[in-house]
T-cell receptor, first 115, second 113 residues
Framework: DTAVSQTPKYLVTQMGNDKSIKCEQN?????MYWYKQDSKKFLKIMFS???????INETVPNRFSPKSPDKAHLNLHINSLELGDSAVYFC??????????????FGPGTRLLVL | AQSVTQLGSHVSVSEGALVLLRCNYS??????LFWYVQYPNQGLQLLLK??????LVKGINGFEAEFKKSETSFHLTKPSAHMSDAAEYFC???????????FGAGTRLTVKP
């Protein structure tokens, strides 16, 4: 059973288009995240959602917007795609415990290529 | 805010040799520390983690890491490298009271026959 799943696995699109990446977790976690991994493999957190509230938002362009219809899903919508948006995007989830944070579990990644 | 530095973007070892991947962290509160591995064209997989308790942590595939508070380090080791260990390894830190996890830039491990 897949714990954290992302769709699509690969996404090739033209500059200026709008696209969405979906993420679903079946772990019962209450917090979900989006990370961007650049060409140098460096991971940077973009967003996290806890109980439908955005609690972390790094300096990410407002063309990127996370949408969480429920606790099990956190989709990433990107408007007006730019060449620099080409990267691998990872979704993750975790459970917030009274004593701290539980381990984050990662999805397989979505490889976005903007032409 | 917490941060992580991985020393060496590329490490090459011979099969059967010791693997040592270095990670130093910065945190204002007791940290949670993680090592993740990423095989080519795959997602991240948790190798091991340290939260509290024993400072020597054993993970999957024969890897282990030791939390050394005095050195602010969490180096990853494996006594004998296998060809299948070739991958990208990420060290990460989070703090107990928030969900913000910071990753290092990654270290690519190459294993020579």
């Amino acid at each position: 059973d897949t714990a954290v799943s992302q769709t699509p696995k690969y996404l090739v699109t033209q500059m200026g288009n709008d696209k969405s990446i979906k993420c679903e977790q079946n772990l019962g976690h209450d917090t979900m995240y989006w990370y961007k991994q650049d060409s140098k493999k460096f991971l940077k957190i973009m967003f996290s959602y806890n109980n439908k509230e955005l609690i972390i938002n790094e300096t990410v362009p407002n063309r990127f917007s996370p949408k969480s219809p429920d606790k099990a899903h956190l989709n990433l919508h990107i408007n007006s795609l730019e060449l620099g948006d080409s990267a691998v995007y990872f979704c993750a989830s975790s459970r917030r415990l009274a004593g701290g944070q539980e381990t984050q579990y990662f999805g397989p990644g979505t490889r976005l290529l903007v032409l | 805010a917490q941060s992580v530095t991985q020393l060496g973007s590329h490490v090459s070892v011979s099969e059967g040799a010791l693997v040592l991947l270095r990670c130093n962290y910065s945190s204002s509160v007791p940290p949670y520390l993680f090592w993740y591995v990423q095989y080519p064209n795959q997602g991240l997989q948790l190798l091991l983690k340290y939260t509290t308790g024993a400072t020597l942590v054993k993970g999957i595939n024969g890897f282990e890491a030791e939390f050394k508070k005095s050195e602010t380090s969490f180096h990853l080791t494996k006594p004998s490298a296998h060809m299948s260990d070739a991958a990208e390894y990420f060290c990460a830190v989070s703090e107990f009271d928030n969900n913000d996890m910071r990753f290092g830039a990654g270290t690519r491990l190459t294993v020579k026959p």
